[in-house]
């Protein structure tokens, strides 16, 4: 069974940083990639960013370039989201998703198979 779940959201001050994680579990790398999205209250889901499997290329989406970090522990099944400098319009429900690989490199939504339950990012003072 696919599962991925997210943590490590919270409230945070603008211009402060938070790590997210998305433990998964039911597949493997080899046969999916990892990508990270939000959903603001009245917005669609955004890609944030997208990690190939193998050499673990990693894309990002202009929204937070320069202010992310995607990275994985292949040893923990885990990928990481690293954010600095966050704002206020950052704040959104934040998720990982698994796409199969044949699908190449992207950041749109409907292409992802699977989805964890997200978790809650709120930046305010």
């Known amino acids: 069974q696919v599962q991925l779940v997210e943590s490590g959201g919270g409230l945070v001050q603008p211009g402060g940083s938070l790590s997210l994680s998305c433990a998964f579990s039911?597949?493997?790398?080899?046969?999916?990639?990892i990508g990270w999205f939000r959903q603001a209250p009245g917005k669609g889901r955004e890609g944030l960013a997208y990690m190939r499997s193998g050499d673990g290329l990693t894309v990002y989406d202009d929204l937070m370039k320069g202010r992310s970090t995607m990275s994985r522990d292949n040893a923990k099944n885990t990928v990481y989201l690293q954010m600095n400098s966050l704002k206020p319009e950052d704040t959104a429900v934040y998720y990982c998703a698994a796409v199969p690989v044949g699908r190449g490199l992207t950041l749109r939504s409907h292409e992802y198979d699977y989805w964890g339950r997200g978790t809650q990012v709120t930046v305010s003072l």
């Open positions: 039911g597949f493997t790398l080899d046969k999916y990639a």
